[in-house]
């Protein structure tokens, strides 16, 4: 599948955005977070909203994107754009809640918008996990997968905001925990989706197996068109590799080490290091959502390449 | 609504079915769905540097070919590819707008041009490559089995067929009512083993696909006879009486 | 697993088949347009009936006639693309003249007034003083009634159209065996046949029939045979392919013959009856009528009688001896055509063990075909309760016929063997008595003719400003009637019709240029082309069409002074024209698809048809037959100006209404007569065009059942094919085993006679002009290193532009936008080559560069592309970045026009009979291309030629629709 930049910006901003939302919801009504959390939350929702943004101009009528909201009943996409705004009203309460210090109304608010962060992030992720043609997608590791991730980068962006207003060890920690917890998770993905089966073969796409084995003789027509760009990418395997790697090390367990390392030394070097961390972390998830696309086979491509 | 309309017994199913056996692969379908659609329910289906490098265009039916097998028992087949308008076709259930929809009164399966965002999920949830964007409007277009045809009274009633049906001059276009099994389409489907593209996958596609046919052979057996031996294997003849 | 979303069901509706019309967002009766006309496409050679709809004068939809007989309503993809045709920015808009050096491109608009005055300010001169240096070419004409007849009224015998290197050699080689022809005179009985075997159909000849015809066949679960190197197209539908290797076809069919009759499975009543098995042919080598027809003194073939001995073949009571030596009256000896030819079918060199390999083909294989269509032929036979009257006045009273049909195209025409190769199919066909019978190969009205049809070719004799008399192309009976000086040299530019192809019924548009070039036999001074792309993909060896039409005397002149041309597009060939006379598209113009020429017949009776301007011109241009008439009537050519002068004709549909070929007869057959009731000869009628517009733009004839079958020998149809002026007299057109007229050229050869060949070519014309089919290795590869040059080459027409080289249209080439070499899949891994690979194409003339492509389905000795994909840069008005230009390219720059020098003159690469081209006889190597060199684009690659005036922008987005934008 081609990775629309567009796309992969929103997922991973988006994702990070709600993560840091789901944390802060939950954290800083019980006081596990330092200072006010207003920075926080304007992060979170500066990076849900740049990344919701991000996600419109993928769209070939963006003023019309206001429909998008309608078919809950069916539609995942339809459903995380319900989430995603529905959100925003517990987020706000939230900010209101922490702007008048009021407790009550923070824990209630904070709760809700954490569900709706984790509401959120399932809804993108059934958007994919919802599409059988593609199989790299249609995976049972893809939800948690978008979990985590959301997850991890919230984690590791509440840890750096915590260090820098002076603490928060409890940040930190989740960062850890969750890295390991996505990066395990990461794995077992690709090691599954390497070796899993393919759903469809150009004989079942074509009805021809009965006669043989089934070879594309002349495409329909000899230049693109748009399915072909769409989901007709391709990544070498030895890129992809070395995609992996990097999202691996600097998305993953760089991020995870520098959160240990700020847990050992605390103070301005602990904020500097979790900023990296997040820097990477932010880093190694663009890759590894550019690959989350650009590993997608489609079985239109069946047709096309066998 | 993007939700799928409540199945039926009897209700109809208007779709395609494509004779593997006999299609010859000469674009007439693919053409003529493209002359009728330009000006017809889609309009229009652009053209992006329609005389320069990389030309390429909205076309709702586009025709591969394939070989099968090899050797002796191998076969080229051409293979036209459209819509199939699917009776669980995820396309319509991940449209967040409600533009794509399939009609309870004959499950073609349409796009709404005016409430089509553009966003392109529908052609990633179908298997098949049928959603062709235009890029130009921004919307998602489709096959519609030629809806603004096969009802139009102001067309003779012996032409309300999909474009590409009435073009094909192999004859390997069939349109009709799929859920019927005694019409003409449910009984070549039966007859002929008609099959569904990737089964596999559950989206229980109306359009049928004919296998390429068993090869007859006539199998005569050569005769050995050899009556080269005669010496002058002309003289057999001559004595045969002839009459006009 | 996450699931999809289970399928989320609206409310129950509980009527199973709600109003199909109550979606508002459907406008469900839209009227297609505001306008319908029917008109005849263009778009190929198939002449369907179509029905544009227009809106607002703009075009909404085309679509097949359902009433026209030719395509009964289907349409293919390219006539469906034919907006795209008529709307085209390479279309030409005004006239245009040469300011540049020819080949630049550069032009300026110039009037038509101005237009006509250089036309006729260079051809009257010629006409004024030697006529034979117009050589008017006209390319992919259907109007060569029109055509040929200003031709001739011109005075020049340099008239032909591309027939000579398209099919000239299914033309010859059925005219001069059965009086019909595949494709154009005659079609398999589709909706009878058990047995179809289709030659070499390169998704050629013709379209929308043959795929109407194999739907039925299949439908009816009759056995389908393809024999073709390739299998694609109709080939891929097949019941059974024969991946033949190309040129070798002949062997193969003479092989079929060898196994019938070793096998005694003949029709020897079919044979004796119609065809000329049991006339006798004279034995006596070295004498001047050796293996000419024994006759008796009014000229009438003999045949040996069981009783009677050497009576009249025509005898109604002839019982023939079919075999045996036999002396006549006059004491020479004689054979029965029966007898030579089992003696010659018969040798061991045709079994077909001898020929499998060569052929690329299993013996057991080629013995079991024959067996197959011997057990159709004779154990399925097919009789109608269909009462009929054979010219001996004997009423048989059911019509029985062998159900094997033959379809044969391009695969055999366009071998230099291909004449006697579409004998050989002609000659199994009467082996089994499958002509014109339920089930076989169907004449199509006007034919059968008598064999060889009509007068010898016109063209001895032109002189200044006077007309010639009778058709340039027609038919030769022998050495007398070829059209060469006293010396034996040719008359014609072409050479057509010389001792280098005496039967070139077709021209040989192919050699014009090259031999104008070298002023042999003579130099010329216009060249006068329509529709046909010479600079390109018409030509063999573009490359060296273009240096000759280039190419300057030491004065600075051209070699040829002045090039004409007219084409509706910017081609290829335009910038090397001097004058451009832009034509009109099909769909703005009046036409008669005429039967004085290739109507529209079927084998139910006579038809034909015409164009109607459906869309009125929106540029400053003129249909071209109209530019010629008007030509003539400034020329002053008699037919054209009455006797005062003036014009005789004020425009096309005049001339096609009035004009008369002979009394009564005129280019339409339909409604003729005062009141439109006549058909075949009739007076004029005014109101006739309109009698066509009202019918559809075709008129048909029905033949009474009784004249449908067997019409060679059918009294009642032969009675009516007289009245409608079709043949000269109702007499039994006896087919042609043996072949009179070429064994005439044969004994010129061997020395009889006044008319001589010269001494180079006795041996050429003594070997092809075999009285019987042969099959002999394409010339081009007589004495070839085969060894370096180890694989043919072919190319096909892809469906979707078959017959044309529509790359204007923005549709098709987004279908066909480049093309690669293909070759069988063993071969490639055989050779360390892969799909996409660049390689370099090495023929013994020239060299080009391509990417190649592998399948299963084609004979593993054969590579081949699709023909006419790529384009030159700048052409057609795509961009020189096309693909076309880029990763397309032509097979023609590696075929040589000429074949290597052999008995020191400069033949072409043609059919020794006929002229036909030989572009299928192409032999080559492929290599790798180095790493370096594994990029685009094709080689050669030709540098663009300037834009025309006026040439419209290229836009970036083409939203063609006739549906107001809402």
């Given at each position: 599948m081609n990775p629309a930049g567009s796309i992969v910006f929103f997922t991973t901003a988006s994702g990070a955005g709600y993560g840091l939302l789901f944390w802060l919801g939950l954290l800083r009504p019980l006081g596990l977070v330092p200072g006010q959390g207003l920075v926080a939350l304007a992060l979170a929702l500066l990076l849900i909203t740049a990344g919701l943004l991000s996600s419109t101009?993928?769209?070939?009528?963006?003023?019309?994107?206001?429909?998008?909201?309608?078919?809950w009943r069916s539609s995942w996409l339809s459903r995380e754009g319900v989430a995603a705004i529905l959100t925003y009203i517990p987020a706000l309460l939230l900010g209101l809640a922490l702007w008048v210090d009021a407790p009550a109304l923070a824990l209630a608010a904070g709760l809700l918008a954490a569900a709706g962060a984790v509401a959120t992030v399932y809804c993108t992720a059934m958007i994919y996990a919802?599409?059988?043609?593609?199989r790299q997608w249609h995976h049972p590791l893809v939800v948690p997968g978008y979990l985590a991730l959301s997850a991890f980068s919230g984690a590791v962006l509440l840890a750096m905001l915590a260090a820098f207003a002076g603490g928060g060890a409890v940040p930190a920690l989740l960062a850890i925990l969750t890295g390991a917890g996505a990066l395990l998770l990461k794995r077992a993905y690709w090691q599954a989706i390497d070796t899993a089966p393919p759903i469809a073969t150009i004989e079942s796409a074509t009805t021809l197996g009965f006669i043989g084995k089934t070879r594309p003789l002349e495409p329909p027509h000899t230049e693109q068109n748009y399915l072909l760009r769409e989901m007709g990418f391709r990544i070498a395997r030895k890129h992809a590799a070395k995609l992996r790697l990097i999202a691996q090390g600097a998305g993953f367990a760089l991020p995870v080490l520098l959160a240990l390392l700020a847990l050992l030394l605390g103070g301005m070097p602990a904020a500097l290091a979790l900023s990296l961390g997040a820097v990477l972390a932010l880093g190694g998830l663009l890759i590894e959502r550019w690959l989350m696309f650009a590993e997608a086979t489609h079985t239109v491509m069946l047709y096309y390449r066998g | 609504m993007t939700c799928l309309p409540q199945p039926v017994p009897g209700a109809k199913k208007l779709g395609l079915v494509i004779d593997l056996d006999t299609c010859v692969g000469c674009q007439a379908c693919a053409t003529n769905c493209k002359e009728w659609n330009a000006s017809g329910h889609s309009a229009p289906l652009p053209d992006l540097r329609p005389y320069s490098a990389g030309a390429e265009g909205v076309w709702f039916n586009r025709v591969h070919s394939y070989e099968a097998g090899e050797g002796a028992a191998g076969r080229t087949v051409h293979f036209p590819r459209s819509c199939l308008h699917c009776e669980n076709a995820a396309c319509v259930t991940v449209c967040p707008t409600g533009a794509s929809y399939k009609r309870a009164e004959d499950g073609i399966v349409l796009v709404d041009h005016d409430t089509c965002i553009g966003c392109g999920l529908c052609a990633w949830a179908c298997p098949y490559g049928a959603r062709e964007m235009d890029e130009d409007a921004g919307v998602m277009k489709k096959c519609t089995l030629c809806v603004d045809r096969i009802y139009n009274e102001t067309i003779p009633e012996a032409q309300r067929q999909p474009a590409c049906v009435l073009a094909c001059p192999t004859k390997a276009r069939h349109f009709g009512d799929l859920g019927d099994p005694e019409s003409a389409v449910g009984q070549l489907v039966r007859e002929r083993g008609g099959q569904p593209l990737m089964p596999e996958l559950g989206y229980q596609p109306v359009n049928s696909y004919l296998p390429p046919r068993n090869r007859s052979s006539l199998a005569a057996t050569p005769e050995e006879a050899a009556p080269t031996e005669i010496k002058n294997p002309l003289l057999r003849w001559m004595d045969r009486v002839l009459s006009r | 697993m996450p699931e999809a979303p289970a399928p989320v069901r609206a409310q129950p509706l509980p009527d199973p088949q709600p109003n199909p019309r109550s979606d508002p967002r459907v406008d469900y009766s839209v009227p297609v347009g505001d306008t319908v006309k029917t008109t005849t496409c263009y778009m190929c050679a198939c002449r369907c009936g179509i029905r544009v709809h227009l809106k607002d004068g703009r075009i909404r939809y085309i679509e097949g006639n359902p009433d026209h007989p030719v395509n009964r309503g289907v349409i293919c993809g390219k006539g469906s693309a034919g907006i795209m045709t008529q709307y085209a920015p390479a279309r030409l808009s005004s006239p245009l003249l040469r300011v540049g050096e020819r080949g630049s491109g550069e032009f300026r608009e110039i009037s038509w007034p101005e237009a006509m005055e250089i036309a006729t300010g260079w051809l009257r001169p010629i006409r004024e003083t030697d006529p034979r240096r117009l050589a008017f070419f006209t390319g992919r004409d259907q109007s060569q009634s029109l055509t040929g007849f200003w031709a001739a009224q011109f005075g020049t015998p340099n008239f032909a159209a591309h027939g000579g290197f398209c099919s000239v050699n299914m033309a010859a080689g059925g005219l001069y065996s059965i009086g019909g022809s595949f494709w154009e005179f005659g079609e398999p009985d589709w909706d009878r046949a058990k047995y179809v075997l289709m030659f070499g159909v390169a998704e050629d000849h013709d379209s929308n029939p043959i795929k109407l015809g194999l739907s039925r066949v299949k439908a009816r679960g009759a056995k389908f045979v393809s024999v073709n190197p390739v299998r694609t197209g109709y080939s891929a539908i097949a019941d059974e392919w024969v991946g033949i290797r190309p040129g070798t076809d002949g062997l193969f069919v003479l092989a079929l013959a060898h196994e019938l009759l070793r096998t005694d499975r003949v029709d020897l009543d079919f044979l004796a009856r119609y065809?000329?098995?049991a006339w006798l042919v004279v034995q006596d080598p070295g004498g001047p009528e050796d293996g000419l027809f024994a006759r008796d003194e009014e000229g009438t073939p003999l045949a040996w009688d069981r009783a009677r001995g050497a009576i009249p073949a025509k005898a109604a009571d002839l019982s023939a001896v079919m075999v045996g030596d036999h002396t006549l009256p006059d004491g020479r000896r004689a054979r029965p055509v029966f007898h030579l030819l089992a003696e010659r079918y018969l040798d061991p060199q045709y079994a077909p063990e001898a020929v499998a390999e060569r052929c690329g083909l299993e013996a057991a294989r080629i013995r079991r075909i024959a067996a197959e269509i011997a057990e159709v032929a004779f154990e399925h036979p097919i009789t109608l309760d269909q009462p009929w009257t054979d010219v001996w006045g004997r009423r048989h009273e059911t019509t029985t016929g062998s159900p094997v049909a033959f379809h044969a195209m391009r695969g055999i025409s366009a071998h230099s063997n291909g004449f006697h190769t579409c004998r050989a199919l002609h000659l199994l066909q009467m082996l089994l008595g499958a002509v014109d019978t339920p089930g076989s190969w169907r004449y199509k009205s006007p034919f059968p003719r008598p064999i060889p049809p009509g007068p010898p070719p016109a063209g001895k004799g032109a002189k200044p400003n006077t007309p010639l008399v009778g058709n340039l192309l027609s038919f030769p009976h022998g050495p007398d009637d070829l059209l060469v000086e006293e010396d034996g040299s040719p008359i014609r530019i072409d050479k057509a019709f010389s001792w280098e192809a005496p039967l070139a019924l077709h021209g040989m548009m192919h050699t014009v240029i090259g031999n104008a070039g070298a002023g042999d036999p003579y130099p010329i001074d216009t060249l006068f082309m329509f529709m046909a792309n010479m600079a390109w993909n018409s030509a063999m060896n573009p490359g060296e069409v273009i240096r000759i039409l280039t190419e300057t005397r030491e004065d600075g002149a051209y070699v040829i002074p002045h090039v004409i041309y007219s084409d509706a597009y910017f081609s290829e060939t335009v910038p090397y024209a001097d004058l451009i006379l832009p034509d009109t598209t099909y769909l703005e113009r009046w036409d008669c698809i005429s039967v004085l020429d290739r109507p529209i017949g079927s084998p139910h009776g006579a038809g034909d048809s015409i164009r109607q301007p459906v869309i009125v011109p929106d540029r400053n241009v003129r249909p071209f037959q109209e530019v010629l008439i008007e030509l003539g009537a400034r020329l002053g050519l008699p037919a054209f100006v009455k006797e005062d002068g003036s014009p005789r004709f004020k425009d096309y549909p005049d001339y096609i209404v009035n004009h008369q070929r002979s009394p009564g007869v005129g280019p339409l057959a339909g409604f003729r007569g005062p009141d439109g009731g006549k058909k075949g000869v009739g007076e004029p009628n005014p109101e006739q065009l309109q009698r066509y517009i009202e019918n559809g733009c075709f008129w048909r004839d029905h033949l009474p059942p009784e004249q449908e079958w067997y019409k060679h020998a059918n009294q009642a149809y032969l009675d009516g094919a007289r009245a409608m002026g079709f043949i000269p007299k109702p007499e039994q057109i006896v087919l042609q085993l043996w072949s009179e007229p070429l064994q005439k050229f044969r004994l010129a050869a061997e020395g009889h006679g006044e008319r001589q060949p010269p001494d180079r070519l006795r041996e050429r014309v003594r070997t092809y002009c075999d009285p019987l089919p042969i099959w002999y290795p394409p010339l081009e590869q007589q004495g070839a290193d085969l060894d370096r040059f180890e694989l043919s080459a072919v190319t096909q027409r892809p469906m979707a532009m078959y017959h044309s080289w529509g790359s204007m249209n923005a549709w098709l080439r987004q279908i066909h936008g480049a093309n690669k070499l293909t070759m069988a899949r063993s071969r490639a891994e055989a050779m360390g080559l892969a799909q996409d690979d660049w390689v370099w194409v090495e023929s013994r003339s020239g060299r080009l560069k391509c990417q190649l492509a592998v399948m299963e389905g084609v004979n593993p000795d054969t590579v081949w592309t699709w023909n006419a994909i790529g384009k030159r840069p700048g052409a057609w008005d795509l961009?020189?970045?096309s693909p076309e230009a880029l990763r397309g390219f032509l097979l023609n720059h590696v075929i040589s026009e000429w074949l290597p020098a052999q008995q020191g003159f400069r033949a072409a690469n043609a059919d020794p009979v006929t002229g036909q081209a030989a572009w299928y006889d192409l032999r080559v190597r492929v290599t790798k291309a180095e790493a370096a060199e594994q990029a685009g684009p094709t080689e050669p690659h030709f540098p663009a030629p300037h834009q025309r005036p006026h040439t419209p922008a290229n836009p970036d987005i083409l939203r063609y629709s006739v549906k107001p934008r809402a």
């Open positions: 101009l993928h769209l070939g009528n963006p003023q019309r994107a206001w429909r998008a909201v309608s078919q919802s599409l059988k043609p593609i | - | 065809t000329n098995a961009s020189t970045d």
